[in-house]
């Protein structure tokens, strides 16, 4: 099974701060990889998917790049709306693996 | 509009059974796979199952291999998730997500609460 590690596990951060969360996979999964937000008692919400295709309605701060093993979520200036915890996953093969999540919160 | 909507969870003994559905509505339901994702109090995100647009692939979690059985009827636009042998690491909220290889996990269910406790 793909192991998906994403650092850092807990980050604070400012309003206007820029903002990167790292996704690396225990095997080359090409391109296919998603980022997901969720906020408390929601569902999880799309924002890039295929690595570094934006999802309609996302925000353009939100952008994703990498390929293989490495990728990058990256929020270019950090919003209120922002402070949520966010999730990689991997599609390349099954099991369909997640991230273990990075939570944003406020510093 | 495109909505996926889990039922079915609730309060259930260890070694218990229960059925969990999602019913889909807004798209053209036989076009997509269906994912089943939960997630424990507190963690993170788990996929458990999954199920192709015309039944003809399935695949699922090793965690809840052989205790849990992912079906479809594309006729009622439903997906349903029948859990036997459930432990207390069964406890969470699964939601039911749709999948295409253009659309990947782009919308999700509500969730629905899965207790299990004596």
């Known amino acids: 099974d793909i192991q998906l590690t994403q650092s850092p596990s807990f980050l604070s951060a400012s309003v206007g701060d820029r903002v990167t969360v790292t996704c690396r996979a225990t095997?080359?999964?090409?391109?296919?990889l998603a980022w997901f937000q969720q906020k408390p008692g929601k569902a999880p919400k799309l924002l890039i998917y295929a690595a570094s295709t934006l999802q309609s309605g996302v925000p353009s701060r939100f952008s994703g790049s990498g390929s293989g093993t490495e990728f990058t979520l990256t929020i270019s200036s950090l919003q209120p709306e922002d402070f949520a915890t966010y999730y990689c996953?991997?599609?390349?093969?099954?099991?369909?693996?997640f991230g273990q999540g990075t939570k944003v919160d406020i510093k | 509009e495109v909505q996926l909507v889990e039922s079915g969870g609730g309060l259930v003994k260890p070694g218990g059974s229960l059925r969990l559905s999602c019913a889909a509505s807004g798209f053209t339901f036989s076009d997509y796979s269906i994912n089943w994702v939960r997630q424990a109090p507190g963690k993170g995100l788990e996929w458990v199952s999954s199920?192709?647009?015309?039944?003809?692939?399935?695949y699922y979690a090793d965690s809840v291999k052989g205790r849990f059985t992912i079906s479809r009827d594309n006729a009622k636009n439903s997906v349903y998730l029948q859990m036997n042998s459930l432990r207390a690491e069964d406890t969470a909220v699964y939601y039911c997500?749709?999948?295409?290889?253009?659309?990947?996990?782009?919308?999700w269910g509500q969730g629905t609460l899965v207790t299990v406790s004596s």
């Open positions: 095997q080359g999964i090409s391109s296919y």
């Open positions: 199920i192709s647009s015309r039944s003809t692939y399935i």
């Open positions: 996953q991997q599609l390349n093969s099954y099991p369909r693996t």
């Open positions: 997500a749709r999948f295409t290889t253009s659309s990947w996990f782009d919308y």
